[in-house]
């Protein structure tokens, strides 16, 4: 299949074009091929590679940052994945497109599923909501809801994020604030670009999913097993949410089940299993050279 690969140099796009190189062609599209915030842009170029499958990797993530610039959010998190679904549409190809554990509000006390009603409680959640729905108006699509991503394809430099920010001071002997009431599913870019893939190789039921690594965990519990996969001693300073301020609102309990998913044949690994490899991947990379990379 002709796999078109939209932020293709990101985290996620680039495990996802790891992925697909094997055994597709997959087309890789950086930020900077196209204008995502310009339709015609986006369907002159999706209309000349003419793929099987669109995933869109591309998203505004700077979660406080919507709160100031809620226009870019929406113009990146919705109105361009609505260009998408049209270029989709009108290709008759796949829209595979990623969404958010922040559409929930936090309140609940079991993984959410995805019959769970949304109640975004930021404007990046909401740019995200609104996302996940006209990726949804196509009429051949996945929305993948992911959470917490970490790590990076085999060979890459560490990507940044909370998990990396964590690695990076357990492994100079500081002890990373973390949270110790806040629940999440934690997802391994590696297993969330082969569930991607699997989903499409299988021809999936259509629809939305949530992707993320099995099993729920306190950023504590998260810190606490990376410092011992990384060999370092496991000093984490826990604090509450509600002696931190953000600009944007966080959902304290925001575990996912990814049960739908295992229902189509697609069982994602445990999440101390991810973290296990993740960290085996960053001790790998430390040991090569520049040269090696």
């Given at each position: 299949?002709?796999?078109?690969?939209?932020?293709?140099?990101?985290?996620?796009?680039?495990?996802?074009?790891?992925?697909?190189?094997?055994?597709?062609?997959?087309i890789a599209?950086?930020?900077?091929?196209?204008d995502l915030e310009n339709e015609a842009a986006v369907s002159e170029a999706l209309t000349r590679a003419h793929p099987d499958v669109i995933i869109n990797c591309a998203a505004y993530n700077r979660v406080d940052d919507a709160e100031k610039n809620p226009s870019e959010a929406l113009n990146v998190n919705a109105f361009a994945v609505r260009a998408l679904a049209r270029a989709a549409e009108r290709l008759d190809a796949i829209l595979v497109h990623y969404g958010s554990d922040f559409v929930?509000?936090?309140?609940?006390?079991?993984?959410?599923?995805?019959?769970?009603?949304?109640?975004?409680?930021s404007f990046y959640a909401a740019s995200k909501m609104l996302g996940e729905w006209f990726a949804l108006d196509c009429s051949k699509a996945y929305v993948l809801r992911v959470e917490s991503l970490f790590g990076s394809a085999p060979g890459a430099a560490p990507a940044k994020g909370s998990v990396a920010s964590i690695a990076e001071a357990l492994q100079r002997g500081a002890a990373p604030k973390v949270f110790s009431d806040r629940t999440v599913t934690a997802t391994y870019v590696m297993d969330c670009a082969w569930a991607?893939?699997?989903?499409?190789?299988?021809?999936?039921?259509?629809?939305?999913?949530?992707c993320v690594n099995s099993g729920a965990c306190t950023w504590v519990e998260l810190a606490e097993t990376l410092a011992l996969e990384l060999g370092v001693e496991p000093r984490v300073t826990p604090v509450l949410m509600a002696e931190m301020t953000f600009p944007a609102a966080r959902p304290?309990?925001?575990?996912?089940?990814?049960e739908k998913l295992r229902s189509v044949g697609i069982a994602m690994p445990r999440w101390a299993d991810a973290v296990g490899r993740y960290a085996k991947g960053m001790r790998r990379y430390a040991a090569t050279t520049p040269a090696d990379r």
């Open positions: 299949m002709k796999i078109a690969v939209v932020g293709a140099r990101g985290q996620l796009g680039a495990a996802v074009l790891h992925e697909c190189a094997a055994r597709h062609e997959p599209f950086a930020r900077s091929d196209f929930f509000d936090g309140k609940g006390s079991k993984p959410y599923t995805e019959e769970d009603r949304p109640n975004p409680q991607t893939v699997r989903l499409i190789e299988t021809n999936a039921p259509l629809g939305l999913y949530h304290l309990y925001c575990a996912l089940s990814n």
